[in-house]
């Protein structure tokens, strides 16, 4: 009976880099491939009961796309992505937001996020990628078709 409740003290992590912080914003169901779109689908539903810890390069969201001959996640303009957005979210913050760091985010943050990635104020890492389009349309519909619902169980 001890390992249970050692089990339900225990702090789940979920690993991010940068970009993730701004794509979860948007995140709708669309991705790469179907492993990706269901690993992402379970991670959704965490993001706002669990730590994140940021991390350089591949993350829980990329785990599906690490067997691909040549995987998206380990190119240069991603990793450039990655530090764009890191200084947006920690601008937002107001406060520095790096790798090793820990966050945890909650309804307040992800409004506020919404409310600037919609108006263009955090979107210097979404330049160039290809679902910036698809993402300023979700923004530009007020997020109703996102899967990351806030705590009144709204997107």
Not at 61 to 72: K, R, T, Y
């Amino acid at each position: 009976m001890q390992h249970l409740v050692t089990l339900r003290n225990t702090i789940m992590t979920i690993s991010l880099r940068g970009h993730h912080l701004l794509c979860m914003l948007t995140y709708a169901g669309n991705g790469y491939t179907p492993g990706f779109i269901e690993n992402y689908n379970k991670i959704i539903p965490r993001i706002r009961d669990e730590d994140i810890l940021i991390v350089a390069g591949p993350d829980d969201v990329c785990a599906p796309l690490l067997g691909e001959d040549n995987p998206h996640c380990l190119g240069e303009s991603v990793i450039i992505r990655d530090s764009h957005a890191l200084e947006a979210v920690g601008t937002l913050m107001g406060r520095s937001v790096e790798i090793g760091h820990r966050l945890r985010l909650d309804s307040a943050y992800f409004r506020q996020a919404r409310w600037a990635f919609g108006r263009g104020i955090v979107r210097g890492a979404c330049v160039g990628c290809e679902w910036e389009l698809l993402c300023t349309r979700i923004a530009a519909d007020d997020y109703s078709s996102t899967l990351l619902k806030l705590s009144d169980g709204k997107s």
